[in-house]
């Protein structure tokens, strides 16, 4: 089970760290995306951390302003999310990929995981 925590309002120009805890799986050999929904759009995929080899990946339009790190020892996976933007107001989700992979290019696509959390709300404020 994947929960996500962190999110709320914010205002525009502020920063936001968002955790996803795993319960009943631990992070070893997996990868942890990252997600967002926003109303009237499509999925769209953030990043991704490969437990293999501690390795991130960012979706170019995310590079800069997002960062992906790791608690091992609290089965956690963080997203910090810096000068935010009315365009980033959305659901944010976790999701994990069982396997030994290291992060690459895939890893934004949410068809490739195999669970999900049930996301967390961020709203901004201008």
């Known amino acids: 089970q994947l929960v996500e925590s962190g999110g709320g309002l914010v205002q525009a120009g502020g920063s936001l760290t968002l955790s996803c805890a795993a319960s009943?799986?631990?992070?070893?050999?997996?990868?942890i995306g990252w997600f967002r929904k926003a109303p009237g759009k499509e999925r769209e995929g953030i990043g991704c951390?490969?437990?293999?080899?501690?390795?991130?990946y960012y979706e170019y339009s995310m590079k800069g302003r997002f960062t992906i790190s790791s608690n091992n020892a609290k089965n956690t996976v963080y997203l910090q999310m810096n000068s935010l933007k009315p365009d980033d107001m959305a659901v944010y989700y976790c999701a994990a990929k069982m396997g030994n992979y290291y992060a690459g290019a895939y890893c934004t696509q949410s068809t490739k995981y195999d669970y999900w959390g049930q996301g967390t709300q961020v709203t901004l404020s201008s």
């Open positions: 951390f490969a437990t293999t080899d501690a390795g991130t």
């Open positions: 009943g799986i631990t992070f070893k050999n997996y990868v």
